[in-house]
């Protein structure tokens, strides 16, 4: 696991899940949201976003968080592990909604600088829709990559055996 990647709906856990593979493992991480958004969420010119992680992805070992379909065959194709929180609606909206009253006026370091914790009705219905519409489309990224490692999670426990399983091998 040198190039892992982090797949899921907004408020599973992945940025949390990405600073801790990266401690573990002393890898660097991407949060794409701190490349994608600029302050005042405003999206990032689509070509510079690619840009930026066409400059990061040759590196030899990192941990990048996100989904951002649009570009994530560019990334399943220098990653070696996936890991793909699947869990259920209700976790996600519970997690944006706890992410929402922690961050409420403040900034994340998994965001970018100028882009306060927010919940909107679009960002809502994303999450509320992204086990019907977005995940079947990165699944289907998924499963046609070779020679990686794909780690579906369905809930917390199971990815925490996995995590302590891979502290025990450290």
């Known amino acids: 696991m040198k190039r892992i990647l982090i797949l899921?709906?907004?408020g599973c856990g992945k940025s949390t899940l990405a600073k801790k593979l990266g401690k573990m493992y002393d890898l660097e991480v991407l949060h794409l949201d701190t490349i994608y958004?600029?302050?005042?969420?405003?999206?990032e010119d689509p070509k510079?976003?690619?840009?930026?992680?066409?400059?990061?992805?040759p590196k030899p070992c990192w941990v990048i968080d996100g989904n951002y379909?649009?570009?994530l065959d560019l990334r399943l194709n220098y990653c070696d592990t996936v890991i793909y929180l699947d869990y259920r609606r209700s976790v996600?909206?519970?997690g944006i909604f706890k992410r929402y009253f922690q961050y409420k006026n403040k900034e994340r370091d998994s965001i970018a600088?100028?882009?306060?914790?927010k919940i909107d009705r679009s960002f809502f219905?994303?999450?509320?829709h992204f086990n019907k519409k977005a995940k079947?489309?990165?699944m289907e990224k998924i499963n046609r990559c070779e020679n990686v490692d794909v780690y579906v999670f369905k809930n917390r426990r199971s990815l925490n055996k996995f995590i302590n399983n891979l502290n025990s091998h450290k």
């Open 125 to 128: 219905m994303w999450v509320w």
């Open 48 to 57: 510079v976003f690619k840009k930026l992680q066409e400059e990061f992805l």
């Open 113 to 117: 600088n100028g882009c306060p914790e």
């Open 37 to 43: 958004w600029k302050a005042g969420w405003i999206e």
């Open 8 to 10: 899921g709906c907004a």
């Open 69 to 71: 379909r649009e570009t």
């Open 136 to 138: 079947p489309l990165i």
């Open 92 to 94: 996600a909206i519970r």
